[in-house]
């Protein structure tokens, strides 16, 4: 890989280490893909037919946007996306491309800031007329590039997990909405843990909010689980958590519930351990620390908690070990993936496998091609695109161990099914 790319894996690290990662950040080798939907090698189609629109289509290159924070506050956590998607890119390529075309990258920088990712999805839409993007990371991103898409017909793939409430014709969503991870995850922890007295603890801005929303109406009314004890939210950047942790003790909730992001996550942790709140002693379940979180809260802090994802470094299928595997051939021996980098992923395969069954780049007959899309070689098992654009997944626990990995407790039977507008929890 570049030189660009290590540099990217290394200030990753680096930056890990020293303060933790924001919410949770891809994937398999080229070996086992092979029954992706559309990885033919057969004779290209004519440009004429298969681009309406004046999309960036010659007759031998397809270019689409990549857009995210490469600099910024969240560098951290989308640098995982950034070089999942490029992996799957490059993998792509190596099959021959898309309809014949091999795919050429626009990279934009959002920088962490909002305005700036709005600006930089209408370069890629208006001047450079690529056929999809790639990106985004936190919902403020998201919301500021939606009604550039909508206006100018383009199509993003959104990899992060998030808090739902939200369908767009423009949007394909591939990390899970709040009710896949939430509510198995409450669920899980009422039976299996007995919990019924529940702390909500959450970073101050929409995700985690909107989280704990959807969480005290399951625990108090939809699923009658039991009582909310305690809720409490910080902004972005806290590292003082002496007076929550008193709260926590005086309230002694059955479980705590965190949605705490970013660098916080590392003085969390260590606090609570400070304080004698271990993974021994008192039952947490978090949505919001994965593989890459843990390089800087450190597994020593973290171990005996839960978290709740649809997808662990750690799983044990062919898939995903040939998806780690590629990943660290390309990123390096000791590259961590996390749930948003793998559902990064899932990005380009999806788009590929859409645009081959649509035998077009138009954007409106790849929307209409997408519902009922399968991949059956995905790392987190096997997935499916839903109508509403929202991924059918698994949802999974996964315990932390000292030694910074998650060892998988339990997992849904089957899909879940992606319902961004529960009824009930609004």
């Not at 909310?228 to 005086?250: A, D, W």
């Not at 109508?387 to 030694?403: E, F, M, V, Y």
Request: glycine share 10%; with cysteine; net charge positive.
């Amino acid at each position: 890989m570049s030189n660009h790319s290590d540099d990217l894996s290394k200030n990753r690290r680096r930056l890990l280490q020293g303060m933790g990662a924001l919410p949770l950040a891809g994937m398999a080798g080229v070996a086992g893909l092979g029954s992706l939907p559309g990885l033919s090698r057969a004779a290209a189609p004519a440009t004429s037919a298969i681009n309406t629109t004046k999309l960036a289509v010659t007759d031998t290159e397809v270019i689409v946007g990549q857009l995210h924070s490469a600099t910024g506050t969240m560098a951290i956590s989308e640098t995982g996306s950034i070089q999942a998607e490029q992996l799957a890119i490059d993998q792509i390529n190596a099959m021959g491309g898309v309809l014949g075309r091999k795919i050429k990258v626009i990279k934009e920088d959002g920088a962490s800031d909002w305005p700036t990712f709005a600006e930089k999805s209408k370069k890629l839409l208006v001047n450079d007329k690529v056929a999809c993007v790639f990106g985004c990371w936190t919902s403020a991103s998201r919301k500021a590039v939606l009604p550039i898409f909508e206006k100018e017909n383009g199509l993003l793939y959104y990899p992060t997990f998030y808090e739902g409430l939200e369908q767009s014709k423009n949007v394909i969503y591939t990390g899970q909405e709040a009710t896949q991870q939430i509510i198995y995850s409450l669920d899980w922890g009422s039976k299996e843990k007995k919990a019924k007295t529940f702390f909500l603890v959450g970073s101050d801005y929409i995700w985690p909010r909107t989280s704990m929303k959807i969480a005290r109406k399951h625990i108090e009314s939809v699923g009658k689980l039991g009582s909310v004890v305690g809720e409490e939210y910080y902004p972005l950047g806290h590292t003082n958590f002496n007076s929550l942790i008193n709260k926590i003790k005086v309230a002694k909730p059955d479980c705590i519930f965190a949605a705490v992001v970013g660098g916080s996550n590392v003085a969390f942790y260590k606090q609570l351990k400070a304080a004698g709140i271990t993974g021994a002693k008192q039952f947490l379940l978090t949505l919001s620390v994965t593989e890459d979180e843990m390089l800087g809260v450190g597994g020593e802090n973290f171990a005996g908690f839960y978290s709740s994802m649809k997808y662990f470094q750690s799983l044990d299928n062919a898939n995903n070990k040939a998806f780690v595997a590629a990943f660290r051939k390309a990123y390096g021996p000791k590259a961590v993936i996390g749930d948003v980098t793998q559902a990064g992923y899932l990005g380009p395969w999806l788009w590929k496998a859409a645009v081959e069954k649509a035998g077009s780049f138009d954007v409106d007959k790849v929307v209409a091609a997408s519902p009922g899309i399968e991949l059956k070689t995905a790392p987190e098992g096997y997935v499916k695109l839903h109508a509403n654009h929202h991924l059918w997944s698994k949802s999974r626990i996964a315990q932390g161990q000292t030694d910074g990995t998650f060892k998988v407790v339990s997992e849904s039977p089957e899909l879940i099914e992606p319902n961004p507008f529960p009824k009930g929890y609004q």
